[in-house]
């Protein structure tokens, strides 16, 4: 929802023809700085993170699935948007045109849209697989369907931003906003239905969905499993719910003063001309663009998958070192969920591990015990 600043500041600005946003070059210097920091980690970490879900077949799993279109959406966001957000926030003026005004407005709700929606089914999908664990799990063609039905219910969400967006050319700048057929309603109600479906509502569902999986996890038992590979699979699970968990409280960490930003801002009119809400504004928007970073850092440090894939891909670093075990982290030596139990499938793995390294051998299996579950599941 970074296009209803836009739509704010052209709407508040219309009148004005002196250019009230310009800064002292240092300033500038300053957010340049921190927003190329946010585009450059974003970008890269997210293309990291699709390359080694689409390029190895053991982490094709549902979960994975809709972190890769997590990971599209914030790559996407970081890509088209940070840096003209920016650009735009610190100069308070257009300098790309009407088409681009249009899809600028619009293009960060939809992502926004799919990214909170893709943590939403990851939710559920979690859910799904730890309290009913003999239910039918979503097939990959499912999946791309939910993914598909996310995306559509964004542009739908979204549209009304590209529809009422335009450019208006003033003697000393040009502006781009959303012209709402009621300027003096419709952006404030439009931001809070976008408030309400696109952070209250999923962070709701996901607050019920891990609250109740959390429970399951650290107060009880996990129903329907009894084997031998219990506990491992216990670690497994609360792993993996852990490092959503951390996932989706970064993103309303760093949705929340965006949010409130523009509920009070649009309850209270006269804070826009406050001389100091520039600076307000680049603060909660840089939080708020910061969000796309993240999820990278948290996939390297909490899942040895994606560390495996990550340290693949510094591997020209001289402090990067790629073992034997890393490399055999991402390798398909998961037998499908079905054909033979999860204990087969250990013992598989580690009779590899062996004939390659016999001191790896106890590492590999206590990890695949506490892992080997996560996508499996």
Not at 71 to 76: G, K, T
Not at 112 to 121: G, H, K, L, N, Q
Not at 175 to 182: D, F, H, I, K, S
Not at 305 to 312: I, T
Request: with cysteine; proline share 4%.
């Amino acid at each position: 929802d970074e296009g209803m600043a836009s739509g704010r500041d052209g709407s508040n600005s219309t009148g004005n023809q002196t250019n009230q946003f310009v800064q002292p070059a240092w300033r500038v210097a300053l957010w340049s700085g921190a927003y190329s920091t946010v585009l450059a980690v974003a970008v890269f970490g997210n293309l990291i993170v699709i390359w080694i879900i689409l390029a190895h077949k053991r982490m094709r799993t549902v979960t994975n699935y809709f972190l890769l279109n997590l990971a599209f959406a914030d790559v996407s966001m970081a890509a088209f948007n940070t840096l003209i957000n920016f650009i735009y926030a610190a100069h308070g003026e257009w300098y790309f045109g009407e088409v681009y005004c249009r899809f600028h407005n619009f293009f960060p709700v939809t992502a926004v849209f799919a990214s909170i929606y893709s943590m939403t089914a990851i939710a559920l999908d979690r859910y799904m697989a730890i309290i009913h664990p003999l239910n039918p799990r979503l097939s990959a063609r499912a999946t791309m369907g939910v993914i598909a039905l996310i995306w559509t219910l964004a542009v739908v969400l979204a549209f009304p931003l590209c529809y009422f967006s335009t450019t208006r050319t003033l003697p000393r700048r040009t502006l781009c906003y959303v012209a709402w057929p009621r300027m003096a309603d419709d952006p404030f109600m439009y931001h809070i239905i976008v408030t309400v479906l696109v952070y209250l509502l999923p962070l709701v569902v996901m607050g019920i969905t891990y609250t109740i999986v959390g429970v399951t996890l650290w107060g009880g038992q996990i129903p329907g499993d009894s084997s031998d590979s219990y506990h491992g699979q216990l670690l497994a699970k609360r792993k993996v719910v852990k490092m959503m968990i951390i996932v989706v409280v970064t993103f309303a960490l760093c949705w929340l003063p965006y949010h409130i930003y523009f509920i009070v801002t649009g309850l209270n009119k006269r804070l826009s001309k406050w001389k100091s809400i520039q600076q307000v504004y680049l603060t909660v928007l840089w939080l708020a663009m910061s969000s796309t970073m993240y999820n990278p850092i948290i996939y390297c440090c909490l899942n040895s998958r994606f560390r495996a894939g990550f340290k693949m891909v510094f591997r020209w670093c001289p402090f990067v070192r790629v073992s034997s075990y890393d490399e055999l982290e991402l390798q398909n030596t998961r037998l499908r969920p079905g054909h033979q139990s999860s204990m087969c499938t250990l013992s598989r793995v580690d009779t590899s591990i062996l004939s390659k390294d016999k001191s790896i051998r106890g590492n590999r299996a206590k990890l695949d015990s506490e892992q080997g579950d996560k996508e499996a599941d």
